[in-house]
């Protein structure tokens, strides 16, 4: 692929697209890329938060048994055969009642490759909102409670947080509107837009096998890549390219995922902005040595494509992902 085919590819992912996986550049050791089986290797769980015009947030009271009675926000896990969106449709219609229209992915959460939980900012768009009277398995009721005192008990306090997240949101969008992309996935994995930056110029790292490519790293299900989260999946595959010891690595967050759920293709692909520096920059002005022939630093000579890296960058312009 030319540099003009991978400003295309960029472009594409920062808009929060990209293309369809077709190889992982990097693979644990320790065991065979294991394909994703929603109720089997996998759990995805989403979450929705509805703020109105009053400042109310949409609560639902539960049914389980263990947390009965206690409130919470309209959640639920994936089913085998839904993509993203129509899981969280169809929860929202469950335990409030509403019809709804996700307008963004807030957050994404995750415990290792095997939980990760996508956190959505939605509006409804019809429906009845339940009340005591329909009372089933799935909740006791849903209402509308004031942003600054909600109904207790909750559930759990970890809501708190992707509330407030929500209302800054409305206050001041920190990220592009993003949706899943609906692409198939076989396994869980990360797309890289890995940046080493000096003054306004731009680097990003390529993989070279077949089509030069965003590389692509699978998350492993090991007791020890589980424990590490995603982020060891992208220290791993730096770590075969790049010496890490004299680096400093962060995860901004993501710009976007691609996955469909449907003919058992339950993966997940991340497209995640990672930057690579210096620990002492000194008068370092070209990126870390590439070692090896896998990979190689694209200097982005688009003027447009580099703006856009550099204020994503500068402003944390991504989808927050939090352990």
Not at 180 to 191: I, W
Not at 255 to 279: P, Y
Request: aromatic share 6%; proline share 7%; charged share 20%.
């Amino acid at each position: 692929m030319a540099s003009e085919g991978l400003a295309a590819v960029l472009a594409d992912v920062l808009g929060g697209g990209g293309p369809r996986v077709q190889n992982c550049d990097s693979v644990p050791a320790e065991e065979p890329v294991a394909l994703a089986r929603l109720r089997k290797n996998v759990c995805y769980v989403v979450l929705a938060v509805f703020l109105n015009e009053q400042d109310e947030v949409l609560l639902i009271q539960e049914a389980k048994r263990e947390c009965r009675g206690s409130w919470y926000l309209p959640a639920g896990r994936m089913e085998p055969g839904e993509t993203i969106v129509e899981a969280l449709q169809r929860e929202v219609k469950e335990e409030a009642g509403l019809q709804c229209e996700p307008l963004t992915l807030l957050s994404v959460e995750e415990r290792g490759p095997s939980w990760v939980r996508f956190v959505f900012l939605a509006r409804p768009t019809g429906g009845i909102l339940k009340t005591s009277e329909d009372a089933d398995a799935e909740s006791l009721q849903a209402g509308w409670y004031p942003r600054a005192s909600l109904p207790t008990p909750l559930r759990a306090q970890d809501i708190l947080h992707l509330v407030e997240l929500a209302a800054h949101y409305c206050q001041q969008a920190r990220h592009p509107l993003i949706l899943p992309q609906e692409l198939p996935c076989s396994v869980v994995c990360q797309r890289l837009v890995a940046t080493f930056t000096r003054a306004h110029t731009v680097w990003v790292l390529v993989g070279t096998v077949g089509v030069p490519h965003l590389p692509i790293t699978a998350c492993g299900f090991t007791p020890m890549e589980q424990r590490g989260g995603m982020k060891m999946a992208i220290l791993r595959l730096l770590q075969e390219c790049l010496t890490l010891h004299h680096l400093t690595v962060e995860t901004k967050g993501l710009l976007g995922l691609q996955h469909l759920g449907k003919d058992h293709t339950d993966g997940i692909c991340l497209n995640v902005l990672v930057t690579v520096a210096f620990r002492n920059p000194g008068i370092q002005n070209e990126p870390p040595k590439i070692r090896g022939e896998n990979f190689f630093w694209w200097k982005v000579v688009e003027e447009d494509l580099q703006s856009q890296l550099l204020q994503r960058l500068q402003d944390s312009s991504v989808i927050p992902v939090n352990r």
